[in-house]
């Protein structure tokens, strides 16, 4: 998946996620726990409160809820700026209701914060910020101007000003954290859940192609036979023929025969699926990732090599969507941003497989060298870096995708850079640039105790 394809994963769209009828069941939860105190603060606790008004509020809310209902389908998507009309309701009700009831001296003054941190999980930043702005003054206002609580005795109930301060400072301080810090989890919830998603997208991609490849290499097995039949026959009647249409007609199908090999063969490069073809020697693998980019201007240089302790004989692995799309991924990060050489070095020995990928470009910014596989990641880019690769936006995605699907074939990932960035242009190294490292269990991607598969079997054929 491209850059420009990733980012249709946006954030902001989710403000269109939210069915109505989520709000009206919260909002009917509200209504029962208002009802619910204003009884039990009129009977339990003797507060003379002034009922007609409080009815008139929370009536108001179940007037509201009933026209939703009624106007609107159960599943009707809100758009951004009805949630928001919605919660800036709620929110007047509520400080309607503290100033009937004391003002700040009534401790439900606390679930003002209710509608705001609704809004920091699903609304775009700007939406958040008038709402906490709306919610701070109209607290402010009913802190300083409110019907205070009285007893039926006639006694005022109401904290000190410094408690009273002390509890509009915490409210205040609540809401501004409380909303900061569920807006910063749903950002990190919904960035994992899009990554995820184009994760399982390039995945299930690579799967299409590699069992399509799967029945083109099959149909290739079947038809080989019967088209190099055809194609010795044509041969041969070409040469005995005397008559030169009919010379010309057999030459047609011996040429036509060879077309469809070679269309055939073409088609095969799309994947190798085929029972004898799902492992394949390491080399062949790195290759076959690292294929759609060498013809890109740089230069690929492949070095395959037992490590210490390792046997000669360089090991069979598993040909898994998710190892060549991972590795696919990687390289082109590596082309992308190299200057003119690429190295891809392969080691092993009996308990360990690893992979390196080095380029000699100028390596990961140090700033965000610590976050690299987390999706999403975006910095600023100089205007070098735009004219260089200016299809690129930037959001570590494509690293996350690569890193995801090689830690689901057991894989580990780590990230670096090849050379010092302190040093001069003279002192670097050849391979300065960034460097990934993905390291396997001998186990988790070489099957067998020697590296070699079982017996897999006759292939099936294929039913006409």
Request: glycine content about 8%; proline content about 5%.
């Amino acid at each position: 998946m491209s850059d420009t394809g990733m980012a249709m994963f946006k954030t902001g769209s989710r403000s269109h996620w939210i069915r109505l009828r989520t709000l009206i069941v919260l909002r009917w939860i509200a209504i029962v726990g208002q009802l619910l105190a204003i009884t039990v603060a009129q009977a339990v606790f003797g507060l003379n409160l002034p009922l007609a008004l409080c009815y008139l509020a929370v009536g108001a809310s179940v007037v509201s809820n009933l026209i939703a209902i009624y106007a609107f389908p159960e599943n009707k998507r809100l758009t951004e700026a009805e949630v928001v009309s919605m919660l800036m309701f709620d929110i007047a009700q509520l400080c309607f209701l503290l100033y009937l009831t004391g003002g700040l001296n009534n401790p439900f003054a606390l679930l003002v914060m209710a509608p705001v941190t609704i809004s920091a999980s699903v609304l775009r930043l700007k939406s958040t910020l008038v709402l906490g702005g709306i919610a701070f003054v109209l607290l402010s206002v009913v802190g300083l101007v409110h019907i205070p609580l009285r007893t039926r005795e006639g006694f005022i109930m109401q904290m000190p000003h410094d408690f009273l301060f002390g509890f509009w400072v915490a409210i205040v301080t609540g809401l501004a954290f409380i909303a900061g810090y569920a807006r910063r989890v749903s950002i990190e919830i919904h960035a994992m859940s899009d990554a995820l998603l184009a994760t399982q997208m390039a995945l299930v991609r690579e799967q299409k192609l590699t069992d399509l490849g799967g029945v083109v290499a099959a149909a290739a097995h079947e038809l080989g036979t019967p088209l190099a039949t055809i194609k010795l026959v044509s041969s041969e009647l070409a040469a005995e023929l005397d008559d030169p249409d009919q010379r010309e007609d057999a030459c047609l199908i011996r040429d036509q025969a060879d077309r469809c090999r070679d269309i055939l063969r073409s088609m095969g490069r799309a994947g190798k699926d085929d029972k004898h073809m799902q492992f394949a020697p390491l080399d062949t693998v790195i290759r076959e990732a690292a294929e759609p980019h060498s013809m890109r201007g740089k230069d690929i240089h492949y070095s395959v090599a037992p490590g210490r302790g390792g046997e000669t004989e360089q090991p069979i692995v598993k040909r898994q969507p998710e190892v060549i799309h991972g590795l696919r991924n990687l390289v082109q990060n590596g082309v992308d941003f190299a200057e003119s050489n690429l190295w891809i070095d392969a080691r092993w020995t009996r308990d360990t497989l690893s992979i390196a990928i080095a380029d000699d470009g100028p390596g990961y910014p140090p700033q965000v060298i610590g976050r690299l596989g987390d999706p999403f990641l975006r910095r600023r880019r100089s205007e070098e870096e735009t004219a260089k690769r200016p299809g690129y936006e930037g959001m570590g995605l494509g690293l996350f995708i690569a890193k995801t699907l090689l830690e689901r074939s057991g894989a580990a990932v780590s990230f670096s850079n090849g050379g010092d960035p302190f040093l001069t242009a003279d002192e670097h190294p050849a391979r300065s640039g960034a460097l990934v490292t993905v390291t396997w269990p001998r186990a988790a991607i070489s099957p067998g105790a020697e590296g070699r598969p079982g017996a897999l079997g006759e292939n099936q054929r294929i039913m006409t």
